[in-house]
């Protein structure tokens, strides 16, 4: 049986992640966040790479930011949204996941299509990520995301997100 390339690519991708995010290090920086998108999410792509940038400029790794879903949707990240209690419709998505062996993974919903993901640096992802940077940066102690009223949080079932993605990857293999 022939895997779709949108679904070999996101395997692909989740087979790296789980090598990272298995291999130490991880909780060097506070949080894991995980993108869950479309193609047509054009606005949510360009959040992604604020996010890349802001993360490569604190030496954060792969394994803590991770886009699944932009070349097409794909069982990988149908699984990942269903983990995180989440349905197809609602993608795009930011899942954050503190470090420090949280056990909850917060969803924040994104600009669906292509509209403007600017603002006026109110949105709920840009709050998201100004947290991040004040805890990476030493000016806080964690990511206190209750603060983001459109974060929900979802129990990960007492697992680690390692653990679950450990587990996701041998179940889609």
Request: net charge negative.
């Amino acid at each position: 049986m022939s895997i779709a390339p949108a679904d070999q690519h996101d395997l692909d991708k989740l087979a790296r992640w789980h090598q990272d995010i298995s291999g130490g290090g991880a909780d060097r920086f506070p949080v894991f966040c995980v993108f869950l998108v479309t193609p047509a999410d054009l606005a949510s792509h360009q959040v992604f790479r604020r996010y890349r940038t802001s993360f490569e400029d604190r030496a954060a790794g792969f394994q803590h930011l991770v886009i699944f879903g932009q070349h097409a949707r794909s069982t990988t990240s149908d699984a990942l949204l269903a983990e995180f209690g989440l349905t197809q419709e609602q993608a795009p998505t930011l899942a954050v996941v503190s470090t420090q062996g949280g056990a909850t993974v917060h969803t924040i919903p994104l600009a669906q299509g292509d509209e403007a993901a600017d603002g006026a640096g109110d949105e709920a992802w840009q709050r998201v990520l100004r947290l991040v940077e004040c805890a990476a940066d030493g000016e806080e102690n964690a990511v206190g995301l209750d603060a983001i009223t459109e974060a929900k949080p979802h129990p990960l079932g007492g697992e680690s997100l390692p653990d679950v993605v450990s587990r996701l990857l041998a179940r889609l293999s």
